[in-house]
């Protein structure tokens, strides 16, 4: 038998956790309206706030670190509080309320432009010029954003309610946020994690007070609502930065992610029932057009 290389079968097994994290991706968007159909945004924040809490905990617990959530700095509890209050909080209610607005088929993409409004945010934010590729993919993808949202806006799927694509905008506005914070953060992410979802719990707690009840039925929508927290709040996140741990180079496994909104189709299709419409997939093309060109000059410029 031939051994296997140790740097091709470290990067097979980076393969197989980007995968595993675009499948609980690809399987969210569904899960959401499922939960939907019988919570309100603010009850499913409290739920996925609460498993993720549970799931993150737990996976501390195994491994041996939850005592050291204790011994952390007064200032990381802090900027963990602060960010906990950015995400989960304000993001997924945002992203909630889009979802509970627009068919998943348009909320999914315009939640996936969340990295060209990264680029946008670091011009004021960190000082960074702003090129020909930033431009050029912006226009792209939010080309992508239109056709997706005017294609969809009549036929099987009803109208558009244009606040919902707005609501969808901003929450990746407040994503790209949190990523600038929370990527000048040190020490070891899923204690960071752990700490900004805990912090965030009682404020998801007077959230759903002040936005909704505490009366969760039970049923498919808080099922969905779990399957959220453990794949989109909890498991999904670890799996990535397993991902990245082990790959040689971010960017083979960064480039996995791009099939995540074309799987996401099938539960959607399937699952749902939602008819997808012909403008989903050439405006789903013209988003992860405008990605790739963004990532393609990222890395040129970086080499």
Same mark, same amino acid.
């Given at each position: 038998?031939?051994?296997?290389?140790?740097?091709?079968?470290?990067? #097979?097994?980076?393969?197989?956790?980007?995968?595993?994290?675009?499948?609980?991706?690809?399987?969210? &968007?569904?899960?959401?309206?499922? %939960?939907?159909?019988?919570?309100?945004? @603010?009850?499913?924040?409290? +739920?996925?706030?609460?498993?993720?809490?549970?799931?993150?905990?737990?996976?501390?617990?195994?491994?041996? /670190? $939850?005592?050291?959530?204790? #011994?952390?700095?007064?200032?990381?509890?802090? =900027?963990?509080?602060?960010?906990?209050?950015?995400?989960?909080?304000?993001?997924?209610?945002?992203?909630?309320?889009?979802?509970?607005?627009?068919?998943?088929?348009?909320?999914?993409?315009?939640?996936?432009?969340?990295?060209?409004?990264?680029?946008?945010?670091?011009?004021?934010?960190?000082?960074? /010029?702003?090129?020909? @590729?930033?431009?050029?993919?912006?226009?792209?993808?939010?080309?992508?954003?239109?056709?997706?949202?005017?294609?969809? &806006?009549?036929?099987?799927?009803?109208?558009?309610?244009?606040? !919902?694509?707005?609501?969808?905008?901003?929450?990746?506005?407040?994503? %790209?946020?949190?990523?600038?914070?929370? &990527?000048?953060?040190?020490?070891?992410? $899923?204690?960071?994690?752990?700490? !900004?979802?805990?912090?965030?719990?009682?404020?998801?707690?007077?959230?759903?007070?002040?936005?909704?009840?505490?009366?969760?039925?039970?049923? =498919?929508?808080?099922?969905?609502?779990?399957?959220? !927290? +453990?794949?989109?709040?909890?498991?999904?996140? +670890?799996?990535?930065?397993?991902?990245?741990?082990?790959?040689?180079?971010?960017?083979?496994? &960064?480039?996995?992610?791009?099939?995540?909104?074309?799987? %996401?189709?099938?539960?959607?299709?399937?699952?749902?029932?939602?008819?997808?419409?012909?403008?989903?997939?050439?405006?789903?093309?013209?988003?992860?057009?405008?990605?790739?060109?963004?990532? /393609?000059?990222? /890395?040129?410029?970086?080499?």
């Amino acid at each position: 038998m031939i051994a296997l290389d140790p740097a091709a079968a470290r990067q #097979r097994r980076a393969y197989a956790y980007a995968w595993l994290t675009v499948c609980c991706w690809a399987t969210v &968007s569904t899960a959401f309206k499922f %939960a939907l159909a019988d919570l309100h945004y @603010a009850q499913l924040l409290l +739920v996925c706030n609460a498993v993720a809490v549970l799931v993150l905990g737990a996976l501390l617990a195994a491994s041996g /670190r $939850l005592p050291e959530v204790l #011994r952390l700095p007064r200032g990381v509890h802090l =900027r963990a509080c602060a960010l906990g209050l950015m995400n989960p909080v304000a993001y997924y209610l945002l992203l909630f309320q889009a979802y509970d607005i627009l068919p998943a088929q348009v909320a999914q993409p315009v939640n996936y432009t969340w990295a060209i409004a990264l680029s946008a945010l670091a011009v004021p934010l960190l000082g960074q /010029r702003v090129g020909l @590729a930033e431009a050029l993919s912006a226009l792209i993808a939010y080309a992508g954003v239109v056709v997706i949202s005017l294609g969809s &806006s009549g036929g099987s799927l009803g109208g558009i309610r244009w606040d !919902g694509v707005g609501i969808a905008l901003v929450s990746t506005l407040v994503w %790209a946020l949190y990523w600038i914070a929370n &990527s000048r953060s040190a020490g070891d992410p $899923l204690l960071r994690l752990f700490l !900004g979802f805990s912090y965030a719990l009682p404020a998801s707690v007077i959230a759903c007070g002040l936005l909704s009840d505490f009366d969760i039925p039970t049923g =498919r929508g808080l099922l969905g609502a779990v399957w959220s !927290g +453990v794949f989109e709040m909890g498991l999904s996140f +670890v799996f990535w930065q397993r991902a990245l741990a082990l790959s040689e180079n971010a960017a083979r496994v &960064s480039n996995v992610v791009f099939a995540t909104p074309f799987l %996401a189709l099938l539960p959607i299709a399937v699952v749902l029932g939602e008819p997808i419409a012909p403008s989903t997939l050439p405006g789903l093309c013209l988003i992860l057009g405008g990605l790739a060109v963004q990532q /393609r000059f990222a /890395r040129a410029a970086g080499a």
